[in-house]
């Protein structure tokens, strides 16, 4: 069978989410979702927390939906995702603690690396699986990042890495974004993880829909890169509009900001 999910998802135990696990649940099986792969920042959390977090994550699993604990690790402003992870490490990695997250987690994706100039050092590339070329949140919901995409290309000639789309979702109106579709006989946490390590999925949106390798399957690449330079200069001009009436003191109106994000 064909199972549907998303990955990079924040709930109440990042900082700056506030939706349970519960709750963002039944969003996602609103929209047919049968798996959520959770990376809650390290940044503020305490070994205490972080337990806490998985425990949430097995009590809201069963045999129709799985809730997978992961965290978001900042190295040096680098941002992994570790997917399939219980274990606790440090609220912020070093060169020596990277590589333990990964040690505990069942694959590692360089996130929205378009944030840190598409920078990898040498420890990152020795930990990482995959890289986030499609996040929802700084490339919008409907087609993956022109530059992520080159940084894929370039890098995964040579190193064995796959390519990953995810959500970053922090709040209701960040649902809808790509989905991951995976072929499994059950729907599992094992299945699901070794599915993702081993590439078998496709990303995809109403518009376009991507292989593990990059490559197009469905859209044309002419428009896939206009609607990617459309849909992060509209979103980065959004984030400047916010910055300077936050230094105001003023906001955008919520519905107003939660009407654009839904659609962009």
Known sequence: ??????LHIHSAHSYDAKLSI??????????GISFLCFTEHSDELTKEAAEAFVRECEAASDDTFICIPGFEVNYNGTHVLMIGCRT???????????PLWKAGAALAIHAHPHRDRYYEDAT????????????????????PRNGAGRMFKKLSRKLP?????????????????????????????????????????TMSSALVSVGSDGKVLRGSPFMITLTSA???????????????????????????????????
């Not at 606790?88 to 020596?96: P, Y």
């Not at 709040?171 to 790509?178: I, K, W, Y």
């Not at 003191?249 to 654009?260: E, I, N, Q, S, Y």
């Open 161 to 201: 890495l796959h390519a990953f789309a995810g959500w970053d979702f922090h709040r209701a109106s960040h649902e809808g974004g790509p989905l991951i579709a995976i072929h499994t006989e059950n729907i599992s946490e094992e299945s699901i993880l070794s599915a993702l390590a081993a590439g078998n999925y």
């Open 22 to 31: 519960k709750a963002i649940r039944e969003i996602a099986e609103r929209r």
């Open 230 to 264: 459309f849909s992060t200069t509209f979103i980065a001009l959004g984030k400047g509009v916010n910055a300077m009436l936050a230094g105001m003191g003023l906001r955008a109106p919520k519905p107003l900001a939660a009407a654009v994000r839904k659609r962009i």
């Open 124 to 143: 990152v590339q020795s930990v990482v699986d995959g890289i986030e070329i499609w996040n929802a949140q700084y490339d919008g919901k409907r087609v």
């Open 88 to 98: 606790f490490v440090s609220q912020h990695a070093t060169s020596t603690d990277l």
């Open 1 to 6: 069978m064909t199972i549907t999910g998303a």
